[in-house]
């Protein structure tokens, strides 16, 4: 660390810890709820890819029509830009639709109730059960295999 750079606070040393008088189970059940919502979080990056690859064909469409319209191709262009361009790909919904709805109905609801959780029974803090699974697999004393890092890093 240079002269320059200020000590770093690091209260997220301590985050990760279990508070006083919570049981095993409650930590396991938090645990779960936890990789529960990292499943919703990897869905919710599939439907964001799901909404990017749709959106570029979309545009790749549009070229499409374009150089089959100056290959002399009018009535395929015009098919395809007027039945295929910007089109619904659910009813009435184009794919941010998708997203933001499902972002509101179930991504947001089932992250508040995750956080809630935390909140009430671990006093907010994330990942306990990783970090104590983590405290019991690793080889106590071996360089990277450190608990936490050092002070500074």
Known sequence: MSDQTPAVDQPWLEHHRRPAGVTDETVEALGKLSEALEWVERARGRLYDFHQLTGRADMLFG???????????????????????????????????????????????ISRFEATCREQLIAGRRHVFESETKEARRSHGRRHHEGRPEPGQ
């Open 63 to 109: 070229e499409a029509a374009d150089l089959l319209r100056e290959a002399g191709h009018e009535d395929v262009a015009s098919e395809l830009a007027d039945a295929y361009i910007g089109r619904n790909v659910l009813e009435g919904r184009w794919t941010f639709q998708i997203v933001e709805e499902y972002d509101a109905t179930y991504w947001a609801p």
